[in-house]
């Protein structure tokens, strides 16, 4: 599987031509303009890189990366800056930035530095057991099963499909057609009741959820606390 990048950058057209030319190269690209929802995307374990603009609206690449660290997630992050001063590449880097790079740069430098960043920490990391968290609940993909405070949820072999493409591709939003496609599903009205019926069992408030999101105009994203 191509490598998952998460993509945080409030300049839409850069934001658009960068992952264009992401895909083309063969990542899977997911873009956020917002410093907070990025910092919630960066922290659930669904990415392999992250790329942070420096200047976004509610945080920054800073403090972003900064507080990552804080939570001991250890995702490699490189920095994009229209600043390119030495102190500002100083600093990113001791927030625990993995690389850094400065506004405007060639797009194939960029395709450089990622590919060494994604080689150096894709061959170096163990393999692990990726439970997916969300509030008291517990998925385990691996075992294909539930709990919540402890206790197993009986889910329906429909149930256990969906939620493990969900939670193999946490943070990524789907359509209820490819939902329908991947999961060799006829009608999209049973996509929404398999997701109502999982709500049900994961959500504090299946009404409001925090988890298995309703993406307006798109379909449904799984927004965990922790992937891993």
Do not use: W
Not at 87 to 95: A, C, F, K, N
Request: net charge neutral.
């Amino acid at each position: 599987m191509s490598a998952r990048l998460l993509l945080v950058e409030d300049e839409s057209n850069l934001a658009f031509l960068l992952s264009e030319r992401l895909d083309r190269e063969g990542y899977q690209v997911e873009t956020c303009p917002d410093g907070e929802q990025g910092l919630i995307q960066a922290a659930s374990g669904a990415y392999d890189l992250a790329i942070l603009d420096l200047m976004l609206p509610g945080r920054s690449g800073f403090e972003i990366c900064r507080e990552l660290r804080r939570r001991g997630i250890d995702l490699p992050i490189l920095m994009l800056t229209a600043r390119g001063e030495t102190e500002q590449r100083i600093d990113g880097l001791e927030r625990g930035a993995d690389d850094y790079l400065a506004k405007p740069f060639e797009p194939r430098e960029l395709m450089l530095r990622l590919s060494s960043l994604v080689r150096r920490t894709t061959s170096a990391r163990p393999p692990v057991h990726r439970e997916v968290r969300m509030g008291e609940c517990i998925f385990d993909p691996e075992r294909g099963e539930l709990t919540r405070s402890g206790k197993r949820v009986k889910l329906t072999a429909s149930e256990i499909q969906l939620l493990k493409l969900f939670a193999a591709n946490a943070g990524r939003s789907f359509s209820r057609s490819q939902l329908c496609s991947r999961l060799n599903i006829v009608l999209e009205r049973s996509v929404d009741v398999q997701v109502t019926r999982l709500r049900r069992k994961i959500e504090e408030d299946p009404k409001l959820p925090l988890y298995i999101q309703t993406v307006r105009g798109v379909g449904y994203v799984l927004v965990p606390d922790r992937v891993g």
